[in-house]
């Protein structure tokens, strides 16, 4: 009996060891994973577009001083004078006091040299504005520049490029002054890009509430939301779209309110993943997202225990099924009464697999599939209203254009510039949803903006000729 308890006594020291030896390489393992969390841009060699919107910021020491040229500073004005394709002589009708005649001749007139692309390349204009002496009262009245153009030294097509560089080819600030002056020769300073970004921001605002207007009449539409930097804070930008329009916003938090701000008087089929800001909206006009389902089902699928990953399978299994057929109804390659008359067993089965899940001892699992019982009426709303797709994938697709910005930008510094942000993917992504040319649709709406003869605002909605 002693020698036996020595035995089990001698077992116990050693599992004890040997547990004691697991414990401390785990502990070891953890520590190691993470230090490897901690690494980012400040502590390696990683890129900062690699640390992400959630990032502590890179710690500075304060100034005091507001962002950009202090006051005092000298500026930087354009010197470069290109030679011109083509001199337009101007010169005044009449006195600008008397309204008499003017005579002579000025041999120094004022230039105005204005940039602009065509078809061809650089296109440059300078327009002489001539000073000439009144003969009636001996003012001299210098000429004024024709209805439509501008005091930019930059035409409407070179603006229009500068600012759909960044949203439709992910270029830096930087990287679009390089690339103007690399392709065209012309030098275009940071501050002048950023001035004309703000100016075609500005442009954009009656096209940008057009596209709202039509989304908030649509019968479906899918929303999503993702991070983005503003100011050193994290921000999250939201977006929301139909087969048409993809409008986006720039807001502080990740709430409910902005999600309402961002969709406005919209009243139709909204689809989404399962995030908490969207769990107001009415079941019956609600579609929850299968691509994110099918994620936690594969999730149960690969899991180390046999219970749950048999049960992960049988979902699997059955969702791909179902959505597999509801593919075929819409290829024509398989009868709607056929998926129908197929669908309450599909649901069944999925309601019972999920019964099943809440009573696994794993709380994650139990939580997962308890959630999706609560929400079970919102995964089969594509099946009851037309038009429903039954996954969020076009917002998905849409929203990637904002991530990638995010990601060679670093976010914005200043409400100008997430006020861009946000129209000019708006004006994007609907024209690229539609097939039109961003550029010469921003042309289109500089030129108006300025007053250029014969040139209307554009729409963001699609015509016929885009349809």
Not at 81 to 100: M, N, T
Not at 275 to 291: F, I
Not at 315 to 336: C, D, F, K, P, Y
Not at 355 to 368: D, H, T
């Amino acid at each position: 009996m002693l020698a036996e308890l020595r035995a089990q006594l001698a077992a116990r020291d050693q599992e004890n060891e040997t547990l004691r030896n697991q414990v401390a390489a785990l502990e070891t393992l953890v520590l190691a994973l993470r230090d490897k969390l901690r690494l980012d841009s400040r502590t390696s060699s990683k890129p900062p577009s690699s640390d992400g919107p959630g990032a502590a910021p890179r710690s500075t020491t304060p100034t005091g001083r507001p962002r950009g040229a202090q006051k005092g500073h000298k500026g930087s004005p354009r010197r470069q004078r290109l030679e011109p394709d083509e001199c337009l002589p101007i010169l005044p009708a009449a006195c600008k006091r008397c309204h008499g005649p003017l005579l002579g001749f000025d041999p120094h007139p004022q230039i105005h040299q204005v940039v602009d692309l065509n078809d061809h390349g650089r296109w440059v204009r300078d327009y002489a504005l001539h000073k000439l002496l009144c003969t009636a009262c001996g003012a001299r009245t210098r000429a004024t520049l024709p209805t439509g153009v501008g005091w930019s030294p930059f035409g409407p097509r070179l603006r229009a490029w500068m600012a759909a560089l960044p949203p439709r080819f992910r270029l830096g600030r930087r990287e679009v002054v390089a690339l103007v002056f690399e392709t065209f020769g012309i030098t275009v300073s940071l501050g002048a890009c950023s001035e004309h970004e703000a100016k075609a921001s500005e442009a954009v605002v009656p096209a940008v509430a057009e596209a709202k207007a039509h989304l908030e009449q649509s019968a479906v539409a899918h929303a999503d939301e993702t991070p983005h930097r503003q100011q050193g804070h994290k921000g999250w930008l939201w977006l929301a779209c139909n087969s048409v329009v993809a409008v986006f916003l720039l807001a502080a938090t990740r709430s409910r309110p902005e999600f309402v701000r961002l969709v406005g008087r919209f009243a139709g089929v909204l689809v989404t993943d399962r995030y908490s800001a969207y769990v107001h909206w009415p079941e019956a006009r609600h579609q929850v997202c299968w691509a994110h389902v099918l994620r936690f089902f594969l999730w149960l699928a690969e899991s180390y225990r046999a219970s749950v990953a048999a049960l992960g399978k049988a979902l699997l299994e059955t969702s791909r099924a179902m959505l597999h057929a509801w593919n075929q109804v819409q290829r024509g390659e398989i009868a709607r009464a056929d998926f129908d008359a197929q669908l309450p067993a599909w649901k069944q089965t999925v309601l019972t697999l999920l019964l099943r899940g809440v009573g696994e001892n794993i709380e994650k699992v139990w939580r997962g599939c308890d959630g999706l019982i609560a929400d079970f009426t919102m995964l089969w709303t594509f099946t009851e209203q037309p038009g429903v797709e039954p996954t969020n994938n076009r917002a998905e697709r849409r929203i990637r254009a904002g991530v990638r910005w995010r990601k060679n930008s670093l976010g914005t510094q200043s409400e100008r510039g997430s006020r861009f942000v946000e129209r000019l993917l708006t004006v994007s992504e609907t024209l690229r949803m539609q097939g039109r040319g961003v550029v010469a649709w921003l042309t289109e709406v500089l030129a108006a903006k300025q007053g250029v003869p014969g040139m209307a605002y554009p729409s963001l909605l699609p015509t016929s000729d885009t349809s």
